[in-house]
C-alpha cells in the first residue's frame, strides 16, 4: 500500500465512526478512490482476522438476525439481469452475537434464502464451541438449518413477532408496530427466561448509525456487493476489537478472554497481515 499508515489509519476511523466517502476525502484530502481501494483491503483483512480468532469460543446464550440493506438499488427496481446475477437489489447481513459478552462470532452477507441461512449457521459452528442456546427470529429457515449445521450441542428456540396491520405510510420505512412476541421453543430445551433477540437487534441500531452506507434513507448506500461486503467486514472487527463496549467497559473479545487489551485501526491491520 502505498498510501502512510497514518493516513490510511485516519481514513479507516472515520469510517467507523460514520462518515461517507466523500466526507473522509474532504478531511484528509485523500482521493475517494484510494479510500475505496483501502476499504476492500481492509475489509479482507478484518474478515480474515475475524475467522482466525473467533474460532471455537466457548458461549452459553447467542442470538441471531438479519439486517436489510440493498446493493445499487432497491429489489423491486432492480433489472431481471442484475437480479439473476446478484450484484444489486436487496443485500442481507446476518450477524450472531454473544449475549453476555456482546461478541460478535460470526456474520454472514448475502441474501434471505435457505443455502445463506446454511452458509451462516456454519461459519457460527465454526465459532463457537461447547453446548449453548441459540434465539432467533421467525425467519422459517433457521429450524433446519440449525438443526443440520449445530446439531445437538444447541437447544433452539425463535422469537417469532406478530405486528399490526400497519397505518398509512408506515410501511415505507419501517414495518408495523409490533403486538406482541411469542418465545417459540424448536428443539432441546431452551430456558424460556432467555428467548431473547434484543442484543442483536440493538447491535442493528450500532451498525446503522456507525456505518454510513447502512443509514437511511440516503444516496450513502453501497454500489458494489464487494465494497458493502468489505465494510461490514470493516465494521464487525471493529465493534469487536477496537471500540470499548459502554456497557461492559471493555472490549468483547477481552470480555470473552479472547483479548486483553483494545486494539488500535494498526493493529488490527497489522494482526490479520501476520505482522
Known amino acids: 500500500m502505498t498510501l502512510p499508515m497514518e493516513k490510511a489509519e485516519a481514513c479507516l ?38 475467522a482466525r480468532l473467533i474460532h471455537a469460543v466457548p458461549v452459553q446464550d447467542v442470538q441471531c438476525d438479519e439486517l436489510w440493506g440493498y446493493v445499487g438499488m432497491k429489489e423491486k427496481r432492480a433489472p431481471l439481469d442484475g437480479k439473476r446475477s446478484n450484484l444489486v437489489g436487496d443485500a442481507w447481513c446476518f450477524a450472531a452475537m454473544e449475549r453476555s459478552s456482546k461478541l460478535i462470532l460470526a ?5 434471505r434464502t435457505t443455502q445463506d441461512t446454511h452458509w451462516f449457521l456454519d461459519k457460527l459452528d465454526a465459532a463457537t464451541a461447547g453446548h449453548f ?11 433446519e438449518a440449525a438443526e443440520v449445521c449445530l446439531g445437538t450441542r444447541t437447544d433452539f428456540a425463535q422469537l417469532v413477532k406478530v405486528y399490526r396491520q400497519p397505518r398509512d ?16 421453543p424448536r428443539y432441546g430445551r431452551p430456558d424460556p427466561r432467555r ?27 453501497s454500489k458494489k456487493w464487494e465494497n458493502l461486503h468489505a465494510a461490514f467486514a470493516l465494521q464487525f ?39
Request: net charge positive; charged share 20%; aromatic share 6%.
Open 107 to 111: 456474520w454472514h452477507l448475502g441474501h
Open 13 to 50: 476511523k472515520l469510517l467507523v465512526e460514520g462518515c461517507s466517502v466523500r466526507t473522509v476525502e474532504r478531511i484528509t484530502g485523500v482521493h475517494r478512490d484510494t479510500i475505496m481501494r483501502l476499504l476492500v483491503g481492509a475489509g479482507e483483512r478484518c474478515e480474515s482476522l475475524m
Open 169 to 184: 405510510g408506515e410501511q415505507r420505512y419501517s414495518p408495523a408496530a409490533i403486538a406482541g412476541a411469542i418465545p417459540t
Open 237 to 275: 472487527a471493529c465493534y469487536n476489537f477496537y471500540r470499548p463496549h459502554a456497557s461492559l467497559r471493555v472490549t468483547p473479545p477481552m470480555q470473552a478472554r479472547v483479548a486483553d487489551h483494545p486494539w488500535s485501526i494498526r493493529e488490527i491491520l497489522c494482526a490479520s497481515s501476520g505482522q
Open 195 to 221: 428467548i431473547s433477540t434484543s442484543h442483536i437487534e440493538r447491535q442493528n441500531l450500532t451498525v446503522r448509525m456507525m456505518m454510513r452506507r447502512m443509514t437511511r434513507p440516503a444516496n450513502a448506500f
Open 133 to 143: 442456546q441459540i434465539t432467533t427470529d421467525g425467519f422459517a429457515p433457521y429450524k
